[in-house]
């Protein structure tokens, strides 16, 4: 049995001693946007019921069953229209905007600042059966409220991996999520997607992606949308997938199907949900935070976004003006770390005020709810077999391969302390001189003075195509891989970006002046301090290859074997490149 929903509250009574307050925004028909801690009750997680329809809201959990310590980022520049403003500020800046105190809990949940001292003082955050206490006593002060999960859930872990995903699958069932749309999964391939929704989600969870269509036909693979009422109240909810899948991940794992952003076909989804009936129109989406931004102001008839993919982690709702009114866009942030609230006051067949709030979820402050607690050990002590090899995931999990000295992180624009790790494994490992590793966005972190362990390198690397490679590359193909990197990151039409970050670097050094064009970016490159020669060879090592199915020895075999020599990480200093033209940019810290 899980606890009662008083239990939970007098577990709850020590955060509103220890200085956490609740980031949040509401406006009601005479009501104006507010954020930080007016008007916030003094228990963070006891909130007033407001209107009569209420979502909650987490994405990009990337199958992190236990709770984490995740570095927010310290580089998340924003270019042309898009500097300054949400979701790219970064440290004090963000801390100022949203009226945070330094030093408390929220400014631990949402910045990097002070990152390993308040990790210390605060702990961890996320943890699935933290996140399901939460959820049911959520739900339980807004009876009929939904569970929305924005995806990138099926991917992250060892045990996803291991599971073919049936972890997190189970685990999204136990939660009891009512909706969900996608991005990892499809990584799993197109047959197990469908076999999953086919056998273990259908009547249990919604899959809806209104932008993923057949190839050989052209109709649409998954329903667009799906009509659930609440308190009377009916509501469309309309899934919109990654659409840049088949280029950011491996087309031959979904073959038949094409993606894209297609706004033209939402508007015509959102009127045909009108059409039906719907009072409040919800888009689950899995764009990028920027994308959704821009499409807010194209696409009418939409009340909110719950937006993920970019692991934005954004306090108040933002308020975008169209056509055809206001449309609200969220971000939920990353690894369960945050909850999402979103409640709608609908009178006379629409949305006449809402509130908004992003709770931190700190796992010291709430009891694991029981019955998920035992899933995941369930987990975690079930005997499985991988590529021929018996083993628990427990067992596996707990290898000590090396301690770390530095805190290692990965999340920002540029290389982090980890991914510094991984390039230095690539190259001393497979002997090359130059590393290129993705610029993914999950991976956990790791404290100083804590081990380094196989769960920590599974985190970083468990994708399906893990293949690592050795391959001789010219200079001008290296400079053409930075510049579509740094095209997909920083064009200043938010729909060419695809998310993620820059590709990380080892041995090579660069300037980039993210405000350039594509092709004059990337300048400067260097190896050893020498200039790098356009038509000379280099040999290069990388994983995570896109166009081509490899096989070889995983990268996560390649970085535990490095860290096994090293023994110890220290004095890590992560191969930034020099960043041009962008001084005073809130979206790098204020000192930089």
């Not at 994405?59 to 927010?72: G, I, K």
């Amino acid at each position: 049995m899980s606890m009662t929903r008083r239990e939970f509250l007098q577990a709850l009574a020590v955060a509103s001693a220890s200085g956490f307050y609740l980031s949040g925004c509401d406006k009601g028909a005479d009501q104006t946007a507010k954020s930080g801690a007016a008007g916030q009750p003094s228990n963070p997680y006891e909130l007033p019921k407001f209107g009569n329809v209420s979502f909650l809201h987490y994405t990009d959990c990337h199958a992190q069953l236990n709770p984490v310590y995740f570095r927010e980022p310290s580089v998340n520049l924003g270019i042309g229209s898009m500097r300054g403003n949400p979701p790219h500020l970064v440290g004090e800046y963000f801390l100022k905007h949203y009226n945070i105190q330094a030093g408390t809990r929220d400014a631990h949940a949402f910045t990097y600042i002070d990152f390993t001292e308040l990790a210390h003082k605060y702990g961890q955050l996320g943890g699935f059966a933290h996140l399901a206490t939460l959820v049911k006593n959520i739900k339980a002060q807004r009876p009929g409220s939904l569970l929305l999960d924005g995806g990138d859930t099926w991917q992250g872990s060892g045990t996803a991996l291991w599971t073919d995903a049936q972890d997190m699958v189970d685990a999204q069932i136990q939660l009891g999520v009512d909706v969900m749309t996608a991005h990892w999964e499809f990584t799993y391939g197109s047959q197990r997607v469908k076999d999953i929704l086919d056998t273990q989600l259908k009547g249990k969870i919604d899959f809806v992606a209104q932008n993923v269509f057949d190839n050989t036909w052209g109709d649409r693979v998954f329903e667009p949308f799906t009509m659930r009422e609440i308190n009377g109240v009916p509501c469309a909810i309309i899934g919109q997938a990654f659409p840049y899948t088949p280029i950011a991940n491996p087309r031959w794992m979904i073959p038949d199907w094409s993606f894209g952003i297609h706004p033209d076909s939402m508007q015509k989804v959102v009127d045909q949900a009108r059409s039906k009936g719907a009072q409040v129109v919800v888009v689950l989406s899995h764009n990028g935070m920027d994308v959704d931004l821009k499409m807010a102001s194209h696409v009418t008839g939409i009340d909110a976004i719950c937006g993920g993919h970019t692991h934005d982690a954004v306090p108040t709702a933002v308020e975008v003006t169209n056509a055809g009114g206001k449309t609200l866009v969220t971000n939920a942030g990353s690894n369960a770390k945050f909850l999402g609230v979103l409640d709608f006051d609908v009178k006379n067949g629409k949305v006449a005020g809402y509130k908004y709030h992003l709770l931190p979820v700190f796992s010291n402050l709430i009891e694991p709810d029981k019955d998920m607690q035992a899933l995941i050990d369930r987990v975690h002590n079930t005997e499985i077999e991988y590529e021929g090899q018996k083993f628990t995931p427990k067992d596996k999990y707990a290898e000590q391969l090396a301690t770390t000295s530095d805190l290692l992180y990965r999340r920002g624009n540029f290389n982090g302390t980890f991914d510094q790790v991984i390039c230095d494994g690539l190259m001393q490992e497979m002997d090359a001189e130059i590393a290129l590793s993705p610029g993914f966005r999950w991976g956990v972190s790791v404290l100083p003075g804590e081990a380094i362990t196989m769960e920590h390198v599974m985190t970083q690397t468990a994708i399906t195509y893990p293949t690592a490679y050795r391959r001789e590359m010219s200079g001008q193909q290296i400079k053409a891989v930075l510049e579509d990197v740094a095209d997909n990151l920083f064009n200043d039409d938010p729909y060419y970006q695809q998310g993620g970050d820059m590709v990380r670097t080892g041995g090579l050094g660069y300037s980039i002046t993210p405000a350039n064009k594509i092709g004059s970016r990337i300048n400067d490159m260097t190896l050893k301090g020498k200039p790098i020669d356009p038509n000379k060879n280099y040999v290069v090592a990388g994983w995570a290859v896109v166009g081509e199915e490899l096989k070889g020895t995983p990268v996560w075999d390649v970085v535990a074997n490095h860290l096994r020599n090293i023994k110890e990480v220290k004095s890590v200093e992560p191969n930034v490149p020099v960043i041009k033209g962008q001084d005073g940019n809130p979206g790098m810290p204020a000192s930089a």
